[in-house]
Each structure stands twice: as structure tokens, then as C-alpha cells.
């Protein structure tokens, strides 16, 4: 039954060959306010039953392409038609957590969201998609996601593509696995169908110039080792965050779950002529899913008819040349100030564990711990620096991706990164058995209430927990670890009077609001006890600093009457 799985999945490979679909190219969105509305759709995908999907401003899969400007507002609105609750994340932005539409951000079947938030981001392809916890996989993989292009004045002055559609294109590459009746598997390892933008057989014609393509990989778990067919030489211009200093000249670009790189092809003296975008899986190690799956002592390992192999992903025809083409590559870009690690700098270590080695399809941990809402795994005071050090100590690759911030890869086994990874990240692959050290910069948005995700991209893994979650606190005194440590505080919710018991005696306690103000209400201490009189508050979250000598604890408190 699998091995005839395996031939049909073949066939479909085969199949994929005969590309001849021009690709779904969204429109675009951009000025100051943006409406989104997510719907329940279909879209006959292949013979037999219609595939159940998601779909955004009226299309049956994937959403308009946002174009953003930095240093503007924007002001969404999400409407939610999806017959599920649904958050909206934006996937890579640096923005307030109560507008990064994290698990904790839902909007119901049938309401609004409405963030508002200045663009503070460098020009480079950021995307959106949903984050419901345990779900992310199932509504991201079935549609509910778009392309985010920024532009900046910096990138603005360069002589690079930037015609949408014409010589600068979103290429969003997926892999799905089409459950025996056709539904898309939110935990697919049989993944053998390729879309690009949602279309299934693509195909793309650009014309005989430098073309600028937008690579996102949003599929379930593959990894996708980029090149084109006779390994022609492309350039690699920017990263998930920004462009890089200079492009570099190469055959590969290796891209997994949620990330992003912009390459520059220069078809000059290819018009008429055919070539494809390819991914050379059999390069990639074996750890990484879309490599040659290891051989478990004896056990099949083999998940899908792609892995290991290289196979077609984009039919590109050349056309005839625009009228005023780029037609040559820059030979520098944008400055990218590389941060130096100090002795100053915070560290935090992250591993990522299994049950135990042999695990292959997960549950996979942080630091032995399943996600939980209710735990805040990190308190970071504004204005830190960081180092974060990722270890895998499972035997599978896993793309980690931070929100919030921006990082640079210092070092992967203390070897700096190539310079393809030398640039503005938020997704890194992390290998079997390695270290990567992460730094970035917590200067904004302190909130100790809503908290931002990290996780692993893989949906499949980040559905079943490998995620967490910190917070940024603007207390002086850094606070590191498990801050609310010994601290309880109930009832929750609470309507009259609030109380905490704490390890250590408590020597004040202060309340401030969503956006941060202080609230007087009587507080009552006593050792290692308080009570608060909240009968006059009015109902919502707010955070409580729970005050113990030099040090504070942080706490939610929800009050509803
Ligand atoms: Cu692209 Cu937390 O996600
Ligand atoms: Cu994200
Ligand atoms: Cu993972």
C-alpha cells in the first residue's frame, strides 16, 4: 500500500514535468488602510473530489501581495469568514506583540482585528499567516497566507528590479501531500504536490533582463536547495529581513519553512529559450526533510517520493526583452552593520530535544518543555542585547524562527555564516547535533502581557508544542529566567478582590493597564501575602509587578465583573 502510494506519488512528480499553468500572480495592496477578509473556499486542485481551502479578498487560495513602505501606518482590518477561529501574523515584521497576531491574538469566526502599527522594517519580503495554536499548519497550509513586500528609500536608489510582476516576482513554493480524497494534510510527510503561488504545474514567463524573484518557502517541513537547471549561476540579494551588503554570486540557495531569499537572474542572452527552477534535494544532508531520509537500523524512513532527489519546480520561458530593463547586477548593496558579541551581552540557551534520538516525526521540545500559553519562558529587559545559542539535539533539522526581532547568525559550530546567512534573519536552520548562535537587539514594545512566539517552522512541529514564548519588561533591574517564580495569584478572573501569595515577602505591588499606565486601587500587604481591591477596575488584562526587595515578578491579572 505505501510503495503503490510511493508509484502514484512518482506519476505525480512525472507529472509535474509537463508545467504549463503561468503562475497565480496576486494583486496588490498598499496605502493606509487594508482591509482583509479571510473566507472558506475550494479550488479543484486535481480529478475528483474539490480541495477544501482558504482564501483572502475573494480569492479560493492565498491572499493579495501587501505593499508596505517604511515609515508609514497602516491601519488592518481582518475580518474573519473562515468557519474557525484564526489569528493573523505578521511574519517577520517588528511591531508591538498585541499587533504581531500571535496565539493569543484571536479573532473569532464571524469578528474583526484591527492592528495599527508604523512600518519600522527594512525593504525585503516579510508574509502573512494565521498562528492559532495547534492550527497554524491546517490554515496556513490550506491558503489563509500572502506575500508582504516592504520598500524602503535605501533600497529605492539601487538599480535592481522592482516591477511587480513584470521583472520582480513573489514565487511562494510549497510542497503538500493530498490526502487520499484530496485534502491538503496539515501534517503531510508524503508531500509530492508543488505549488508556486498556489498553482499547481507552473509555469512563468520573464523577460531577457536581470529578473528579481521573492523565494518564500511556506510549505508544512521541506526544505527546498534552489538552483536552476544546468546549474546556471544566480545572485542572492537579500535575506528574510533586508538586503544583503553585496550579492553573491552562487548555484544554491537552501531555503526551509518560513524563510525567505530575493535572487537576481540575469536572462540577458536567454530570450526564447527554457530553464527551470529547480530544487537539488539529493545535496542536502540528511537530517534535513527533503534530504535522503537516514537509514534508521533497518527501519523505512523514506517519507516522500521528493526526498533526496532534484526535481523541477518552476517552467521559466524567456521572453523578449522590457522596454528599459535592468540588465546589470549591482555591485554592492546596503550596509549590514554586523553585531559583536560582548561579554556584556545576556545569554540564553535554547535545545531542541525528542523523547529520545530515535524520534523522527516529533513531539520535538525547547529545553524539555511542550508549548504552553500560560508560561512565559522568557522575560527580556528592553534594551538588551542577546546571544541565544539553538543546539539540536535531535536528529532532525529544524527551521527556528524568533518574532519580534531581527537576528544575525553569528556562528554555527563557531564557524561564521556563509554570506548568503550574513544578513537580517528571523528563520535559521538549525542541523542534528548543532550549535547556532543567534544576536539580536530587544530595543522596543516592552509588554509584559502579550507575549511573542518563538518556534520551530516546521507546522507540524510547532502544532504539536515546539514553541515558546517571551515577554519584553521594562523593569530596571534585568530580570532573567523564571520570573514569577513562587508567585500565585487568584482568583482568575477575579471581581471584588485579588490575591497573591508569594515565596517572598512582597514589599509593594504595583498595577498598570494594557498600554502600560499605572492604576491606583487600594493594596493591601501583609509578608508574604497582598490583596487587591478591584470591585472598581474596569474589566481587561492587566499586568501586576509584584515587588520583592530588589526584585519584582511579573503577573497578569484579568479582571471581569
Ligand atoms: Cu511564520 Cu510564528 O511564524
Ligand atoms: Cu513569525
Ligand atoms: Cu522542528
Not at 502510494?5 to 507529472?15: G, M, Q, R, S
Not at 488592518?76 to 468557519?83: A, I, P, Q, S
Not at 522592482?162 to 501534517?187: C, K, L, M
Not at 524567456?318 to 545569554?347: C, F, N
Given at each position: 500500500?505505501?510503495?503503490?502510494?510511493?508509484?502514484?506519488?512518482?506519476?505525480?512528480?512525472?507529472?509535474?514535468?509537463?508545467?504549463?499553468?503561468?503562475?497565480?500572480?496576486?494583486?496588490?495592496?498598499?496605502?493606509?488602510?487594508?482591509?482583509?477578509?479571510?473566507?472558506?473556499?475550494?479550488?479543484?486542485?486535481l480529478?475528483?473530489?474539490?480541495?477544501?481551502?482558504?482564501?483572502?479578498?475573494?480569492?479560493?487560495y492565498?491572499?493579495p501581495?501587501?505593499?508596505?513602505?517604511?515609515?508609514?501606518?497602516?491601519?488592518?482590518?481582518?475580518?474573519?469568514?473562515?468557519?474557525?477561529?484564526?489569528?493573523?501574523?505578521?511574519?517577520?515584521?517588528?511591531?508591538?506583540?498585541?499587533?504581531?497576531?500571535?496565539?493569543?491574538?484571536?479573532?473569532?469566526?464571524?469578528?474583526?482585528?484591527?492592528?495599527?502599527?508604523?512600518?519600522?522594517d527594512?525593504?525585503?519580503?516579510?508574509?502573512?499567516?494565521?498562528?492559532?495554536?495547534?492550527?497554524?499548519?491546517?490554515?496556513?497550509?490550506?491558503?489563509?497566507?500572502?506575500?508582504?513586500?516592504?520598500?524602503?528609500?535605501?533600497?529605492?536608489?539601487?538599480?535592481?528590479?522592482?516591477?511587480?510582476?513584470?521583472?520582480?516576482?513573489?514565487?511562494?513554493?510549497?510542497?503538500?501531500?493530498?490526502?487520499?480524497?484530496?485534502?491538503?494534510n496539515?501534517?503531510?510527510?508524503?508531500?509530492?504536490?508543488?505549488?508556486?503561488?498556489?498553482?499547481?504545474?507552473?509555469?512563468?514567463?520573464?523577460?531577457?533582463?536581470?529578473?528579481?524573484?521573492?523565494?518564500?518557502?511556506?510549505?508544512?517541513?521541506?526544505?527546498?536547495?534552489?538552483?536552476?537547471?544546468?546549474?546556471?549561476?544566480?545572485?542572492?540579494?537579500?535575506?528574510?529581513?533586508?538586503?544583503?551588503?553585496?550579492?553573491?554570486?552562487?548555484?544554491?540557495?537552501?531555503?526551509?519553512?518560513?524563510?525567505?531569499?530575493?535572487?537576481?537572474?540575469?536572462?540577458?542572452?536567454?530570450?526564447?529559450?527554457?530553464?527551470?527552477?529547480?530544487?537539488?534535494?539529493?545535496?542536502?544532508?540528511?537530517?534535513?526533510?527533503?534530504?535522503?531520509?537516514?537509514?534508521?537500523?533497518?527501519?523505512?524512513?523514506?517519507?516522500?517520493?521528493?526526498?533526496?532527489?532534484?526535481?523541477?519546480?518552476l517552467q521559466?520561458?524567456?521572453?523578449?526583452?522590457?522596454?528599459?530593463?535592468?540588465?546589470?547586477?549591482p555591485?554592492?548593496?546596503?550596509?549590514?552593520?554586523?553585531?559583536?558579541?560582548?561579554?556584556?551581552d545576556?545569554?540564553?540557551?535554547?535545545?531542541?530535544?525528542?523523547?529520545?534520538?530515535?524520534?523522527?516525526?516529533?513531539?520535538?521540545?525547547?529545553?524539555?518543555?511542550?508549548?504552553?500559553?500560560?508560561?512565559?519562558?522568557?522575560?527580556?529587559p528592553?534594551?538588551?542585547?542577546?546571544?541565544?545559542?539553538?543546539?539540536?539535539?535531535?536528529?532532525?533539522?529544524?527551521?527556528?524562527?524568533?518574532?519580534?526581532?531581527?537576528f544575525?547568525?553569528?556562528?554555527?559550530?563557531?564557524n561564521?555564516?556563509?554570506?548568503?546567512?550574513?544578513?537580517?534573519?528571523?528563520?535559521?536552520?538549525?542541523?542534528?547535533?548543532?550549535?547556532?548562535?543567534?544576536?539580536?537587539?530587544?530595543?522596543?514594545f516592552?509588554?509584559?502581557?502579550?507575549?511573542?512566539?518563538?518556534?520551530?517552522?516546521?507546522?507540524m512541529?510547532?502544532?504539536?508544542?515546539?514553541?515558546g514564548?517571551?515577554?519584553?519588561?521594562?523593569a530596571p533591574?534585568?530580570?532573567?529566567?523564571?520570573?514569577?517564580?513562587?508567585?500565585?495569584?487568584?482568583?482568575?478572573?477575579?471581581?471584588?478582590v485579588?490575591?497573591?501569595?508569594s515565596?517572598?515577602?512582597i514589599?509593594?505591588?504595583?498595577?498598570?493597564?494594557?498600554?502600560?499606565?499605572?492604576?491606583?486601587?487600594?493594596i493591601?500587604?501583609?509578608?508574604?501575602?497582598?490583596?487587591?481591591?478591584?470591585?472598581?477596575?474596569?474589566?481587561?488584562?492587566?499586568?501586576?509587578?509584584?515587588?520583592?526587595?530588589?526584585?519584582?515578578?511579573?503577573?497578569?491579572?484579568?479582571?471581569k465583573?
Amino acid at each position: 500500500m505505501k510503495r503503490l502510494a510511493i508509484i502514484i506519488a512518482a506519476l505525480c512528480v512525472y507529472h509535474m514535468a509537463l508545467a504549463q499553468n503561468a503562475i497565480f500572480l496576486p494583486d496588490t495592496i498598499s496605502g493606509s488602510t487594508i482591509g482583509l477578509t479571510i473566507s472558506r473556499d475550494s479550488v479543484q486542485f486535481l480529478p475528483g473530489r474539490i480541495t477544501q481551502t482558504y482564501g483572502i479578498n475573494g480569492y479560493s487560495y492565498f491572499g493579495p501581495t501587501l505593499i508596505l513602505h517604511k515609515g508609514q501606518n497602516v491601519h488592518f482590518t481582518v475580518t474573519n469568514h473562515m468557519g474557525d477561529t484564526t489569528t493573523v501574523h505578521w511574519h517577520g515584521l517588528h511591531l508591538a506583540a498585541i499587533n504581531d497576531g500571535g496565539p493569543h491574538t484571536m479573532i473569532m469566526d464571524g469578528m474583526d482585528w484591527s492592528p495599527s502599527f508604523p512600518v519600522m522594517d527594512r525593504a525585503a519580503m516579510y508574509w502573512y499567516h494565521p498562528h492559532l495554536d495547534h492550527k497554524t499548519g491546517l490554515q496556513a497550509l490550506r491558503g489563509a497566507a500572502g506575500v508582504i513586500i516592504v520598500r524602503d528609500s535605501t533600497e529605492q536608489t539601487l538599480n535592481l528590479p522592482r516591477t511587480y510582476g513584470v521583472d520582480d516576482f513573489p514565487i511562494v513554493v510549497q510542497s503538500h501531500e493530498f490526502a487520499s480524497v484530496n485534502q491538503i494534510n496539515p501534517r503531510a510527510m508524503s508531500d509530492s504536490i508543488l505549488l508556486v503561488n498556489g498553482t499547481l504545474d507552473p509555469m512563468v514567463s520573464l523577460p531577457a533582463q536581470v529578473v528579481r524573484l521573492r523565494l518564500l518557502n511556506a510549505s508544512q517541513e521541506r526544505t527546498f536547495n534552489f538552483g536552476l537547471t544546468n546549474d546556471r549561476l544566480f545572485y542572492v540579494i537579500g535575506s528574510d529581513g533586508g538586503l544583503l551588503s553585496a550579492p553573491v554570486s552562487t548555484t544554491r540557495v537552501s531555503v526551509s519553512p518560513g524563510e525567505r531569499a530575493e535572487i537576481l537572474l540575469d536572462l540577458g542572452t536567454m530570450a526564447g529559450q527554457t530553464l527551470y527552477l529547480r530544487s537539488y534535494g539529493s545535496e542536502l544532508p540528511s537530517d534535513v526533510r527533503g534530504g535522503t531520509p537516514m537509514n534508521m537500523g533497518g527501519m523505512n524512513t523514506m517519507y516522500s517520493p521528493l526526498d533526496g532527489i532534484d526535481f523541477n519546480i518552476l517552467q521559466i520561458h524567456v521572453a523578449a526583452a522590457t522596454a528599459s530593463p535592468v540588465t546589470t547586477i549591482p555591485s554592492s548593496l546596503v550596509p549590514v552593520p554586523r553585531y559583536q558579541a560582548s561579554a556584556a551581552d545576556m545569554t540564553r540557551r535554547i535545545t531542541f530535544t525528542a523523547q529520545n534520538m530515535m524520534v523522527m516525526d516529533g513531539p520535538f521540545y525547547f529545553n524539555g518543555q511542550l508549548f504552553d500559553m500560560e508560561r512565559i519562558d522568557h522575560r527580556i529587559p528592553l534594551n538588551n542585547t542577546e546571544i541565544w545559542t539553538l543546539r539540536d539535539s535531535t536528529m532532525v533539522a529544524h527551521p527556528f524562527h524568533l518574532h519580534g526581532v531581527q537576528f544575525q547568525v553569528l556562528d554555527r559550530d563557531g564557524n561564521p555564516p556563509s554570506a548568503k546567512e550574513a544578513g537580517w534573519k528571523d528563520v535559521v536552520l538549525v542541523h542534528s547535533l548543532e550549535n547556532v548562535r543567534i544576536m539580536m537587539q530587544f530595543t522596543d514594545f516592552p509588554d509584559t502581557v502579550t507575549p511573542y512566539m518563538y518556534h520551530c517552522h516546521i507546522l507540524m512541529h510547532e502544532d504539536d508544542g515546539m514553541m515558546g514564548q517571551y515577554v519584553i519588561t521594562d523593569a530596571p533591574t534585568g530580570i532573567a529566567g523564571p520570573a514569577a517564580d513562587g508567585c500565585k495569584l487568584y482568583p482568575v478572573p477575579a471581581s471584588d478582590v485579588a490575591y497573591i501569595t508569594s515565596d517572598h515577602s512582597i514589599t509593594a505591588v504595583e498595577i498598570r493597564d494594557a498600554i502600560g499606565q499605572a492604576v491606583e486601587t487600594p493594596i493591601h500587604l501583609s509578608q508574604q501575602a497582598a490583596s487587591i481591591e478591584v470591585a472598581s477596575l474596569s474589566d481587561g488584562i492587566y499586568t501586576l509587578e509584584i515587588k520583592s526587595g530588589e526584585q519584582s515578578f511579573f503577573q497578569k491579572l484579568v479582571i471581569k465583573h
